[in-house]
């Protein structure tokens, strides 16, 4: 069974739409990594945090270190955006271990 | 060139070849990772690389061989590979173990 779980595993916006994908994961953990990867394979490191909030343009990665529960959250959704977003965690240690991802499509 | 690159990005190879993926990273980071993502499946990691000295393996198999001859470069050596070693193999580099890794666009492998 994986450690780190996303919901939902697909998702169909309209353009414009606010977008939230839940990440929740079963150990304590030093830091969670978002990513983005497009259709063709390559990953973009989107966030990484370890406690609160950070906002990058549009998206905002929240974290709850006692809930043990991350939310992306996308405003003003476009279809650029249209990706598989993958959730990481790093328990104590140097390795990270990955979701399966969410994928994304955004429909104009 | 910036960012992280590999080459090739496709490779079909048969059950008996001999072959290498590459990996170059020009952001002057210590740590280097090689993944493997299989379809509907989370990344593996199969190796981890700090200032040249393996510092992970994930029980990958033998026929996999990983070298790194500086901080800058990582290669994959493949030999007598499977057909379900298909994948997409990434490899990714972060300033210092642990830290934000960014990514190459990968290799995507098919055995036959």
């Known amino acids: 069974k994986n450690e780190v779980e996303q919901s939902p595993q697909n998702l169909t916006a309209q353009e414009g739409e606010f977008i939230t994908i839940n990440c929740s994961y079963s150990?304590?953990?030093?830091?969670l990594h978002w990513l983005q990867q497009h259709p063709g394979g390559g990953i973009v490191s989107l966030f990484m945090?370890?406690?609160g909030k950070k906002k990058h343009g549009r998206l905002i990665a929240t974290i709850n270190i006692q809930e043990k529960h991350s939310s992306l959250h996308i405003t003003a959704s476009h279809p650029r955006d249209s990706a598989v977003y993958i959730c990481?965690?790093?328990?104590?240690?140097?390795?990270?271990?990955f979701g399966t991802g969410t994928s994304l499509t955004v429909i104009p | 060139e910036t960012g992280v690159t590999q080459t090739p990005r496709h490779l079909v190879m048969g059950m008996t070849n001999k072959k290498s993926l590459k990996c170059e990273q020009h952001?002057?980071?210590?740590?280097m990772y090689w993944y493997k993502q299989s379809a509907k499946k989370p990344l593996e990691l199969m190796f981890v690389?700090?200032?040249?000295?393996?510092?992970e393996n994930n029980s990958v198999p033998s026929r996999f061989s990983p070298e790194c001859p500086n901080s800058s470069h990582l290669f994959l050596h493949l030999h007598t590979l499977q057909p379900e070693d298909s994948a997409l193999y990434l490899c990714?580099?972060?300033?210092?173990?642990?830290?934000?890794?960014?990514f190459g666009p990968g290799t995507r492998l098919t055995v036959l």
């Open positions: 945090l370890s406690s």
């Open positions: 690389y700090s200032l040249e000295e393996r510092v």
């Open positions: 990714a580099s972060s300033q210092q173990l642990g830290g934000e890794q960014f």
């Open positions: 150990v304590g953990i030093s830091a």
């Open positions: 952001l002057g980071h210590n740590a």
């Open positions: 990481a965690v790093r328990p104590t240690g140097n390795q990270f271990y």
